[in-house]
T-cell receptor, first 113, second 114 residues
Framework: DAKTTQPTSMDCAEGRAANLPCNHSTISGNEYVYWYRQIHSQGPQYIIHGLKNNETNEMASLIITEDRKSSTLILPHATLRDTAVYYCIVRALNTGTASKLTFGTGTRLQVTL | NAGVMQNPRHLVRRRGQEARLRCSPMKGHSHVYWYRQLPEEGLKFMVYLQKENIIDESGMPKERFSAEFPKEGPSILRIQQVVRGDSAAYFC????????????FGQGTRLTVV
């Protein structure tokens, strides 16, 4: 699976949008971009994933560049409960079988008052 | 629809004992993944299983660790002759059959070896 690069940490004021970037310049055609987060020591929580089109759900939006070499996760109105480590993961889907999720070091997002 | 259930949530074992960690996937999910997280470290992939089949065990230690996902019942991660270094949080995730690729995690089992 392609490697991803994320900033180590970011701060965001409560109520503002949090924009978390991810670089995946070696992504290949059958690889999806996934985002998970881990709040304190809980189990990782699925947020969103996409292949090439922008995606939105009740938690976040995912913006993928046209060349697919980078993406941005957007939390539109961050709250204190969004403080977590956010992981951007690239994952292949081959002939119907998904590969493992490989977690990097992620971005530690701190939402402040 | 219940989420991924892991039990026990906390497990204490003495050195040399066996630890058995159970993971019940979400309803309709036939794929299970196990991950280990050492204190203050990231999540490390261990093994990926389908029912009665190991797909990818590239992250499993060569000795003392084994995993299974039988046709009926939960997936089991088994650690024989535990050592202090096995103390960690063990997470499992499940995903549906081919066609949808989201994987959902349980809340983990925290193993402490004393």
């Amino acid at each position: 699976d392609a490697k991803t690069t994320q900033p180590t940490s970011m701060d965001c004021a409560e109520g503002r949008a949090a924009n978390l970037p991810c670089n995946h310049s070696t992504i290949s055609g059958n690889e999806y971009v996934y985002w998970y987060r881990q709040i304190h020591s809980q189990g990782p929580q699925y947020i969103i994933h996409g292949l090439k089109n922008n995606e939105t759900n009740e938690m976040a939006s995912l913006i993928i560049t046209e060349d697919r070499k980078s993406s941005t996760l957007i939390l539109p109105h961050a709250t204190l409960r969004d403080t977590a480590v956010y992981y951007c993961i690239v994952r292949a889907l081959n002939t119907g079988t998904a590969s493992k999720l490989t977690f990097g070091t992620g971005t530690r997002l701190q939402v402040t008052l | 629809n219940a989420g991924v259930m892991q039990n026990p949530r906390h497990l204490v074992r003495r050195r040399g004992q066996e630890a058995r960690l159970r993971c019940s996937p979400m309803k309709g999910h036939s794929h299970v993944y196990w991950y280990r997280q050492l204190p203050e470290e990231g999540l490390k992939f261990m093994v990926y299983l389908q029912k009665e089949n190991i797909i990818d065990e590239s992250g499993m230690p060569k000795e003392r660790f084994s995993a299974e996902f039988p046709k009926e019942g939960p997936s089991i991660l088994r650690i024989q002759q535990v050592v202090r270094g096995d103390s960690a949080a063990y997470f499992c995730a499940s995903s549906p059959p081919a066609g949808r690729t989201e994987a959902f995690f349980g809340q983990g089992t925290r193993l402490t070896v004393v």
